[in-house]
């Protein structure tokens, strides 16, 4: 058994290495002639490379063109946007349609399904036009005369100039810098001119909204019929019925100015945060942000006493003669 073994293995070593010699000295395929002097074998040169990337790459132009569905389509023109997006393989035009000139632009190639707003120049933070609005660019707002411009680009509001009241103007007030003064040549004496009117008008001030929370009590105690109580006895408080009043914010707005409407929200302990994102979403807008601002309080306060805090809290403000208009227009509305 083991003389067998040892004779298959060296009969497949006699075979291995037969093979071997034979493709050594055997230079192409069995059916060559080998009287014929050796050649190196031809390779066949491999064929070029598709790519299978090469559909889905499309080489639009990106500032006229737009990919869909495997070609390349037009863009609308600035002016315009696209009615329809996408194109046929023999027309490669987009459906455009025209902005509506003085109320939206579009200031590039696109295929927008709609065009952008045009922009507002608030006089109430010192704007004024200064290129109107186009189907091509939109506004372009800039400080009007006496005003400039206090933040970084873009400029969101603009702040009065200086009056150089006693002293000599080094430089004139500029779209984007204030009015520089000299003050070293004001007289020592002059500061008394100063404080006396200063004084005098802080007392007439004093006065006058004494005046007008007294007349404002008065006015409230009147329109509801409540009389005045004995001495000693608190007064029966006023009733404010639970309104909505949503639909009386605009009327609100409209009898505030921002400032205001500023002070009211603060009192109430809006956060800074929500007050920053209304007034970065709506710039140049005082009368949008001033809507946004109540309406934000309202939603956060709820129906239940919200006319009573509008109120208390304007007369708590000393915005009496406001607070008496408001409440006036909400009576009127709801008869």
Not at 250 to 258: D, G, K, Q, S, Y
């Amino acid at each position: 058994m083991h003389r067998q073994n040892n004779m298959v293995k060296k009969l497949v070593l006699c075979l291995v290495t037969l093979c071997l010699a034979f493709d050594f000295i055997t230079p192409g395929p069995l059916h060559e002639d080998v009287s014929m002097p050796m050649m190196p074998r031809a390779h066949k040169k491999p064929g070029p490379v598709k790519s299978i990337f090469k559909r889905n790459v499309i080489g639009c132009q990106n500032d006229t063109q737009y990919p869909f569905q495997g070609r390349c389509c037009d863009s609308c023109k600035p002016g315009s946007f696209a009615k329809r997006k996408g194109c046929t393989k023999d027309n490669r035009t987009t459906s455009c349609e025209k902005c509506i000139d003085g109320e939206e632009y579009m200031d590039n190639y696109n295929y927008h399904p709609k065009c952008l707003r045009c922009s507002h120049c608030d006089s109430e933070h010192g704007f004024e036009v200064e290129k109107n609005c186009t189907i091509h660019q939109n506004v372009k707002c800039r400080c009007k005369s006496g005003y400039f411009c206090n933040s970084s680009e873009p400029c969101r509001h603009c702040a009065p100039c200086d009056e150089c009241k006693g002293g000599k103007i080094l430089e004139s007030c500029t779209q984007t810098n204030n009015t520089r003064c000299d003050r070293t040549e004001i007289v020592q004496d002059k500061k008394a001119e100063i404080i006396a009117p200063v004084v005098v008008v802080l007392g007439i001030s004093i006065t006058g909204i004494g005046i007008m929370c007294y007349v404002c009590k008065k006015k409230k105690t009147a329109k509801y019929n409540v009389k005045e109580p004995p001495n000693g006895m608190e007064m029966e408080p006023l009733h404010y019925p639970d309104l909505d009043l949503l639909p009386h914010i605009p009327v609100i707005a409209e009898e505030m100015l921002l400032s205001q409407v500023m002070s009211f929200v603060r009192r109430l302990n809006m956060t800074p945060n929500r007050i920053d994102v209304i007034m970065n979403d709506n710039p140049n807008n005082a009368a949008e942000q001033k809507i946004k601002l109540l309406e934000c309080w309202y939603q956060e306060h709820g129906t239940k006493d919200a006319y009573k805090t509008l109120i208390t809290t304007l007369k708590d403000l000393r915005l009496c003669a406001t607070a008496d208009k408001i409440q006036e227009k909400i009576d009127g509305a709801r008869k």
